[in-house]
């Protein structure tokens, strides 16, 4: 769930610019010895960080992404943007 509010939260400040490029690119954060592995992805020439959930397969490409546990058949995770028709306002 606060990997879906997250992504909102993204949409929401990114919404006005150019989308993000979902295409995914392993990498990893190390905290006191103990490695994250994260999902990389870019938004006009910045990086994004995602640290993931434990997941057997990541696939995405410039406009989706998509997370499938392992051993669970009927779970999945799927990211996708949408161009806005007009800026998102924000409240105060």
Same mark, same amino acid.
């Given at each position: 769930?606060?990997?879906?509010?997250?992504?909102?939260?993204?949409?929401?400040?990114?919404?006005?610019?150019?989308?993000?490029?979902?295409?995914?690119?392993?990498?990893?954060?190390?905290?006191?010895?103990?490695?994250?592995?994260?999902? %990389?992805?870019?938004?006009?020439?910045?990086?994004?960080?995602?640290?993931?959930?434990?997941?057997?397969?990541?696939?995405?490409?410039?406009?989706? %992404?998509?997370?499938?546990?392992?051993?669970?058949?009927?779970?999945?995770?799927?990211?996708?943007?949408?161009?806005?028709?007009?800026?998102?306002?924000?409240?105060?």
């Amino acid at each position: 769930m606060r990997f879906i509010l997250a992504l909102l939260v993204l949409a929401l400040i990114l919404g006005a610019r150019a989308g993000v490029d979902f295409t995914p690119i392993a990498g990893e954060r190390v905290l006191e010895g103990i490695v994250f592995k994260q999902i %990389l992805f870019h938004h006009d020439g910045h990086g994004i960080s995602y640290e993931q959930p434990r997941v057997s397969t990541v696939t995405g490409n410039t406009s989706a %992404l998509t997370l499938t546990p392992p051993d669970v058949s009927q779970a999945r995770v799927m990211m996708e943007q949408s161009r806005l028709t007009a800026p998102a306002r924000t409240t105060s």
